[in-house]
């Protein structure tokens, strides 16, 4: 279902699902501009998740566990008592984690009817104008790159699309998967070098690089700059 209505999501939102037997994890991609509060969208994305999840499933439901990229904060907080699990800081994703069987659940508050009215109702909206092949590869590279697994063929799965046809939808739109990935990490990059407390090494992997010296050769290919330079020049007063 929201693969099929992903076009009235917002641009800035995407969720992708790794499953187990037992686990199902949802990684949440927060795709937002530089100068906006990193923290606080991926904290307000993944709240609105959980939310809608217990309004499915019960106001009494709670995920396994949270995770957040960002560092925990450094006084003590509500996250645990708010979430109803334990709340994980400084991890390679932004999700959470929730017994596989509770994606196949029924909500038995659910009426038939209503749910073939709304249904009709989506229907009937306009999908949006221009890029949407690009807007949800870029949602799902911002989901997949901390774990590694940004490549075009994970992405492509993800939107149940072939490789071929994506690269194809792509070129349609006016550009092409390494383009997008390049100008993601370029994102990603700044924000993380605003936070001192990270270190190139760090943030290297969170883009997905197994060694640092392929993200600071990127990163001077795209800056000019090594990205430790870069940092001191642009946020040395950065916390």
């Not at 249904?119 to 997949?144: C, K, M, Y």
């Not at 994970?154 to 792509?170: D, G, I, K, P």
Request: glycine share 6%.
């Amino acid at each position: 279902m929201t693969q099929k209505y992903r076009h009235l999501m917002s641009d800035a939102l995407s969720i992708h699902i790794d499953q187990d037997d037992d686990v199902a994890t949802l990684i949440v991609g927060v795709s937002i501009g530089s100068s906006a509060p990193a923290r606080q969208s991926r904290e307000l994305a993944l709240s609105t998740y959980i939310h809608l999840f217990r309004l499915l499933l019960g106001e009494h439901w709670s995920p396994v566990g949270v995770h957040f990229s960002h560092e925990a904060p450094k006084v003590a907080t509500f996250h645990s008592r708010f979430f109803g699990c334990p709340v994980h800081f400084s991890s390679p994703f932004d999700g959470f984690e929730c017994p596989s069987a509770d994606l196949d659940r029924v909500n038995t508050n659910a009426d038939v009817a209503i749910a073939g009215y709304a249904g009709t109702l989506l229907d009937t909206l306009p999908t949006q104008d221009g890029n949407e092949t690009t807007s949800l590869v870029v949602r799902l590279i911002h989901a997949l790159l901390p774990m590694g697994r940004a490549s075009i063929d994970h992405v492509a799965r993800a939107m149940s699309r072939r490789t071929r046809t994506l690269q194809r939808e792509l070129y349609r739109e006016g550009t092409e998967f390494s383009e997008l990935v390049a100008s993601t990490r370029a994102e990603l990059a700044v924000e993380m070098l605003r936070n001192k407390k990270q270190s190139v090494k760090e943030i290297a992997e969170r883009l997905g690089y197994s060694h640092p010296a392929a993200f600071i050769r990127f990163f001077r290919g795209r800056f000019g700059v090594a990205p430790g330079e870069w940092r001191q020049a642009n946020f040395h007063d950065a916390g």
